[in-house]
């Protein structure tokens, strides 16, 4: 975040005339555009002296260059905001316009290009940019920092939130911070008159099938190996009373038994599980996982549950059972 | 006043009347209240959940005269004409079928002006998953920057078809299915409100077949009252979904499981007599062998059943009787027979044989047949006992090979006693272990040494991963007919893929000595000397190997044991 300094720390007459933000997430492109609106266009000026654009729009450039160059009415500044997902991304047979029109460009006007996507650097029109202005990628927070923009946003609106809910929201939507945001947002007016937020609301609110994908699958599997039919039918039941489909529960306990046999036999040759993970370029949070559990079963025993569950598949797409009737059988058959 | 069905006169006023789904609920009276409205909502979940009902609430909490609050008045105009669907600033879309890219343009021009007689405009998108791809970047447009006071909501069952960019920009709240309790206490609710007398248990019936979706149960009931003219019992409840009576279905359950075929067919006659479907029979009886399959695993107390406290009873002990693999066999026929019957004419010949099929698995009940199996069982058992006995077979995959290998092992053992001992112990098949144990087994620990490298030869034609397995090992001890073969300690790997290769190397050794014998794999007790210096004396343990061959010779420093023996 600390580029943005350079456009939030700095009063209104040392503003450059152009920026350039781009990036992949569309959230904090919003968030930037809200920012600069907030700290410089103030209510008096917006009517007559800021202006937004879209490239959807007709004739795109040619109204930005009239813009550009129209003088501020009644105040020191005009303000431009451009949003662009076709110009500054790849060669472009209009790119000479803009160049143009960057090389004349007039002190009295500020101009923020917000460009979604990735910005390439060898481009003419970049580097014209980088000769008055600045050009500033938006990465979102990752780790650590990712954590704490997820408290700090809870904490913005006034609540406290314990660590596991953090995690669990990392694990749910990675950085995604505009889903995280709608989430966080979602949580908190559920919880309104509560400080803290603890995993229970979180659980209890989020948006499902991720949680259900992600999280109880692995319970169910969880069960499954350890033996535990009972248990896998309830949960199963669960899911499907939540509202998760039959069918993607049963791919997904596909695609996990497949892990778990893969790690075991990779831990047969004397892999770690970091190795493990590289070799089947999965993330090591999963293989971590199974590695510690795959001691409860010999890979025969792994193959063969496998195998019920590619069967109970053909079952249901040649319609000898629906869908949950299968997938019970396939839990409680030998 | 004209007719209006039950789930339309009892669709949900406000907040209060919306069945199940405590936690959006709170979430949007919370968002009413503290005003964080967000722009765009979507609802996922199975029909019949509440979702397009909790939009029209949520549009009428938002354009209510007296809102944005978390309990529309109902009365004021603006909540009546969107009760009657005829605000102008609640927009209901059907989006299958209007999906199209046009129909969004459309909208999107709209969207732009001021809500007219609200405060808010309200746009419900209702089966918002079947727009097309284009409809869908259209819409993106607008759901990204969307003009003050504009909501919208977008209602889906398969929020999966639904494309992420639009997730991201949304609000989403899932609804899940309703329980039995909710459903049955809102259809005990409509029931007394409409002044019609029940039976608890009907209710119940009615609500378990509308597997979990209200709008179902509702007009299930409305169905219900006129077919039993407003007086529902569970009889014609049961008559009027061609349902049959759990304890009919209990009956015949039991008599399949005492393999009581006549009484069955019996019964099957006075169902059909009586003028139920055999389908609707079967399926009927695929849910009970289910149920009962699952509160065998799973147990009475499971939060997955929703039925009476007595009916888990009484299913339990039926399910007691029989066991889990019966019960599977069970609904495999069953589910067989729903199959066939979509083919059939002659519905009650498809029962028919299935009921003799549960019956009995073999079909054949004479007793000829009896004793075959009888006989058949009997061998089974001989087997495991003598494979506990020699604790050999670990995998369950190498079982058949090695049962087939134990055969051929047997004859060639018979014939050899034959010719050295005129039959003597030939015929007791546990006598087996004792004819090996004797003196015809007479190959030494040198012998086996001597042979070795030809049968890592004989190894190595059939299997050269079998023989990289084996190189490592070494014959150390003969006992009785069990060769024993050391691995070093850190050769664990070996080992485990000799040991799963064991009926390969043992037809190596027979056939290469000339007498079949048991294997052992045996990990060496550890080696000092070699964890101090690992690297020198494992360039010391080639010379040595090629000394070993070269003068056929033994290898005795590395194992203490054998000095001791």
Same mark, same amino acid.
């Given at each position: 975040?600390? @580029?943005?300094?350079?456009?939030?720390?700095?009063?209104?007459?040392?503003?450059?005339?152009?920026?350039?933000?781009?990036?992949?997430?569309?959230?904090?492109?919003?968030?930037?555009?809200?920012?600069?609106?907030?700290?410089?266009?103030?209510?008096?000026?917006?009517?007559?002296?800021?202006?937004?654009?879209?490239?959807?729009?007709?004739?795109?450039?040619?109204?930005?260059?009239?813009?550009?160059?129209?003088?501020?009415?009644?105040?020191?500044?005009?303000?431009?905001?451009?949003?662009?997902?076709?110009?500054?991304?790849?060669?472009?047979?209009?790119?000479?316009?803009?160049?143009?029109?960057?090389?004349?460009?007039?002190?009295?006007?500020?101009?923020?290009?917000?460009?979604?996507?990735?910005?390439?650097?060898?481009?003419?029109?970049?580097?014209?940019?980088?000769?008055?202005?600045?050009?500033? @990628?938006?990465?979102?927070?990752?780790?650590?920092?990712?954590?704490?923009?997820?408290?700090?946003?809870?904490?913005?609106?006034?609540?406290?939130?314990?660590?596991?809910?953090?995690?669990?929201?990392?694990?749910?939507?990675? @950085?995604?911070?505009?889903?995280?945001?709608?989430?966080?947002?979602?949580?908190?007016?559920?919880?309104?008159?509560?400080?803290?937020?603890?995993?229970?609301?979180?659980?209890?609110?989020?948006?499902?099938?991720?949680?259900?994908?992600? @999280?109880?699958?692995?319970?169910?599997?969880?069960?499954?190996?350890?033996?535990?039919?009972?248990?896998?039918?309830?949960?199963?039941?669960?899911?499907?009373?939540?509202?998760?489909?039959?069918?993607?529960?049963?791919?997904?306990?596909?695609?996990?038994?497949?892990?778990?046999?893969?790690?075991?036999?990779?831990?047969?040759?004397?892999?770690?599980?970091?190795?493990?993970?590289?070799?089947?370029?999965?993330?090591?949070?999963?293989?971590?996982?199974?590695?510690?559990?795959?001691?409860?079963?010999?890979?025969?025993?792994?193959?063969?549950?496998?195998?019920?569950?590619?069967?109970?598949?053909?079952?249901?797409?040649?319609?000898?059972?629906?869908?949950?009737?299968?997938?019970?059988?396939?839990?409680?058959?030998? | 006043?004209?007719?209006?069905?039950?789930?339309?006169?009892?669709?949900?006023?406000?907040?209060?009347?919306?069945?199940?789904?405590?936690?959006?609920?709170?979430?949007?009276?919370?968002?009413?209240?503290?005003?964080?409205?967000?722009?765009?909502?979507?609802?996922?979940?199975?029909?019949?959940?509440?979702?397009?009902?909790?939009?029209?609430?949520?549009?009428?909490?938002?354009?209510?005269?007296?809102?944005?609050?978390?309990?529309?008045?109902?009365?004021?105009?603006?909540?009546?004409?969107?009760?009657?669907?005829?605000?102008?600033?609640?927009?209901?879309?059907?989006?299958?079928?209007?999906?199209?890219?046009?129909?969004?343009?459309?909208?999107?021009?709209?969207?732009?002006?001021?809500?007219?007689?609200?405060?808010?405009?309200?746009?419900?998108?209702?089966?918002?998953?079947?727009?097309?791809?284009?409809?869908?970047?259209?819409?993106?447009?607008?759901?990204?920057?969307?003009?003050?006071?504009?909501?919208?909501?977008?209602?889906?069952?398969?929020?999966?078809?639904?494309?992420?960019?639009?997730?991201?920009?949304?609000?989403?709240?899932?609804?899940? /299915?309703?329980?039995?309790?909710?459903?049955?206490?809102?259809?005990?609710?409509?029931?007394?409100?409409?002044?019609?007398?029940?039976?608890?248990?009907?209710?119940?019936?009615?609500?378990?077949?509308?597997?979990?979706?209200?709008?179902?149960?509702?007009?299930?009931?409305?169905?219900?009252?006129?077919?039993?003219?407003?007086?529902?019992?569970?009889?014609?409840?049961?008559?009027?979904?061609?349902?049959?009576?759990?304890?009919?279905?209990?009956?015949?359950?039991?008599?399949?499981?005492?393999?009581?075929?006549?009484?069955?067919?019996?019964?099957?006659?006075?169902?059909?007599?009586?003028?139920?479907?055999?389908?609707?029979?079967?399926?009927? /009886?695929?849910?009970?062998?289910?149920?009962?399959?699952?509160?065998?695993?799973?147990?009475?107390?499971?939060?997955?059943?929703?039925?009476?406290?007595?009916?888990?009873?009484?299913?339990?002990?039926?399910?007691?009787?029989?066991?889990?693999?019966?019960?599977?066999?069970?609904?495999?026929?069953?589910?067989?027979?729903?199959?066939?019957?979509?083919?059939?004419?002659?519905?009650?010949?498809?029962?028919?044989?299935?009921?003799?099929?549960?019956?009995?698995?073999?079909?054949?009940?004479?007793?000829?047949?009896?004793?075959?199996?009888?006989?058949?069982?009997?061998?089974?058992?001989?087997?495991?006992?003598?494979?506990?006995?020699?604790?050999?077979?670990?995998?369950?995959?190498?079982?058949?090979?090695?049962?087939?290998?134990?055969?051929?092992?047997?004859?060639?053992?018979?014939?050899?006693?034959?010719?050295?001992?005129?039959?003597?112990?030939?015929?007791?098949?546990?006598?087996?272990?004792?004819?090996?144990?004797?003196?015809?087994?007479?190959?030494?620990?040198?012998?086996?040494?001597?042979?070795?490298?030809?049968?890592?030869?004989?190894?190595?034609?059939?299997?050269?991963?079998?023989?990289?397995?084996? /190189?490592?090992?070494?014959?150390?001890?003969?006992?009785?007919?069990?060769?024993?073969?050391?691995?070093?300690?850190?050769?664990?790997?070996?080992?485990?893929?000799?040991?799963?290769?064991?009926?390969?190397?043992?037809?190596?050794?027979?056939?290469?000595?000339?007498?079949?014998?048991?294997?052992?794999?045996?990990?060496?007790?550890?080696?000092?000397?070699?964890?101090?210096?690992?690297?020198?004396?494992?360039?010391?343990?080639?010379?040595?190997?090629?000394?070993?061959?070269?003068?056929?010779?033994?290898?005795?420093?590395?194992?203490?044991?054998?000095?001791?023996?």
């Amino acid at each position: 975040m600390n @580029n943005l300094e350079k456009i939030f720390n700095v009063t209104e007459d040392k503003l450059k005339p152009v920026y350039l933000i781009y990036g992949e997430d569309s959230y904090l492109l919003h968030d930037c555009k809200k920012k600069f609106i907030e700290r410089y266009i103030s209510d008096e000026i917006r009517d007559f002296n800021y202006t937004f654009l879209d490239d959807e729009v007709e004739d795109f450039l040619a109204t930005l260059k009239n813009q550009v160059n129209t003088p501020p009415f009644m105040a020191d500044k005009r303000y431009i905001i451009a949003r662009t997902s076709r110009y500054f991304t790849e060669k472009n047979e209009r790119n000479s316009l803009l160049v143009k029109l960057l090389q004349n460009f007039p002190e009295t006007t500020v101009l923020l290009i917000i460009v979604e996507g990735k910005v390439d650097q060898r481009l003419k029109v970049v580097e014209e940019v980088k000769k008055i202005g600045e050009v500033i @990628n938006l990465k979102p927070p990752k780790y650590k920092e990712l954590d704490k923009w997820i408290v700090n946003q809870f904490k913005i609106r006034g609540k406290i939130v314990d660590a596991g809910s953090v995690k669990l929201l990392e694990q749910m939507f990675n @950085n995604e911070l505009e889903l995280l945001n709608s989430e966080i947002e979602k949580i908190i007016t559920y919880k309104y008159d509560e400080k803290r937020i603890t995993l229970r609301d979180v659980k209890e609110i989020i948006s499902k099938d991720k949680l259900i994908e992600d @999280n109880i699958i692995f319970s169910l599997t969880d069960a499954l190996i350890s033996k535990q039919k009972g248990r896998a039918v309830n949960i199963l039941n669960e899911m499907i009373q939540q509202g998760a489909l039959p069918l993607r529960i049963l791919g997904t306990i596909i695609w996990q038994l497949r892990l778990f046999l893969s790690v075991k036999v990779l831990k047969r040759e004397g892999k770690d599980p970091v190795a493990i993970a590289k070799t089947l370029k999965s993330h090591q949070y999963p293989v971590k996982k199974c590695y510690h559990l795959s001691n409860n079963f010999t890979e025969e025993e792994m193959e063969l549950m496998l195998e019920r569950f590619l069967q109970a598949n053909l079952h249901i797409v040649t319609g000898k059972y629906d869908a949950r009737m299968a997938l019970e059988l396939a839990i409680l058959e030998d | 006043m004209t007719f209006l069905s039950l789930y339309r006169k009892y669709r949900p006023r406000n907040f209060e009347d919306l069945v199940g789904q405590e936690h959006v609920v709170r979430t949007l009276k919370n968002a009413l209240r503290n005003k964080r409205i967000a722009h765009a909502y979507l609802f996922a979940g199975p029909r019949g959940t509440g979702k397009t009902s909790t939009a029209k609430v949520f549009a009428r909490a938002l354009n209510c005269v007296h809102g944005p609050t978390a309990e529309p008045c109902g009365e004021c105009d603006t909540c009546k004409k969107i009760q009657s669907g005829q605000s102008i600033d609640v927009i209901e879309i059907d989006a299958a079928s209007n999906r199209g890219i046009d129909e969004i343009r459309v909208l999107r021009e709209k969207v732009k002006f001021y809500p007219s007689e609200g405060s808010y405009k309200v746009y419900i998108i209702d089966e918002v998953h079947m727009l097309t791809k284009g409809a869908f970047n259209a819409l993106l447009k607008t759901l990204e920057e969307p003009p003050e006071n504009v909501v919208f909501i977008l209602a889906t069952t398969e929020p999966h078809k639904v494309i992420d960019t639009i997730l991201s920009r949304c609000q989403r709240f899932d609804f899940s /299915l309703l329980s039995l309790n909710d459903i049955r206490a809102r259809l005990e609710y409509i029931c007394q409100e409409e002044g019609i007398t029940y039976e608890g248990e009907a209710l119940q019936i009615i609500a378990r077949s509308s597997k979990g979706g209200l709008r179902d149960a509702i007009s299930l009931l409305d169905q219900a009252i006129s077919y039993t003219n407003a007086n529902l019992t569970v009889a014609d409840i049961q008559q009027m979904l061609g349902k049959v009576d759990e304890e009919v279905l209990n009956q015949f359950f039991n008599h399949i499981i005492n393999r009581n075929s006549a009484e069955a067919l019996e019964l099957v006659n006075q169902l059909i007599n009586r003028g139920y479907g055999v389908s609707i029979f079967v399926s009927d /009886l695929i849910e009970h062998a289910r149920q009962l399959l699952l509160i065998k695993e799973c147990g009475i107390s499971s939060p997955i059943f929703d039925f009476t406290e007595e009916t888990l009873h009484r299913l339990e002990q039926v399910s007691q009787s029989v066991d889990s693999s019966r019960l599977i066999r069970i609904i495999e026929i069953l589910t067989g027979m729903e199959r066939d019957l979509s083919y059939t004419d002659q519905p009650r010949l498809v029962i028919e044989i299935g009921v003799v099929k549960m019956v009995s698995p073999e079909v054949d009940s004479t007793l000829e047949g009896l004793r075959t199996r009888v006989a058949e069982l009997e061998n089974r058992l001989k087997g495991m006992e003598g494979r506990k006995e020699d604790k050999v077979n670990r995998a369950s995959k190498s079982e058949i090979n090695d049962e087939l290998d134990k055969k051929t092992d047997r004859k060639i053992r018979t014939e050899q006693v034959e010719k050295d001992k005129r039959g003597t112990k030939i015929s007791e098949p546990v006598s087996e272990l004792a004819a090996t144990k004797d003196d015809t087994f007479t190959i030494t620990l040198d012998q086996v040494r001597k042979a070795w490298p030809a049968i890592l030869k004989e190894v190595k034609e059939n299997n050269i991963s079998v023989q990289a397995y084996l /190189l490592e090992g070494q014959p150390l001890k003969v006992d009785d007919d069990t060769i024993y073969i050391h691995f070093p300690e850190d050769k664990g790997f070996h080992k485990k893929g000799a040991e799963r290769e064991e009926t390969l190397i043992k037809k190596a050794i027979s056939r290469v000595l000339g007498q079949p014998c048991r294997l052992k794999f045996e990990i060496a007790g550890p080696k000092k000397e070699v964890v101090k210096k690992k690297e020198e004396i494992k360039a010391e343990d080639n010379l040595v190997d090629r000394v070993v061959k070269l003068f056929d010779g033994e290898l005795i420093k590395v194992n203490y044991n054998v000095l001791k023996d």
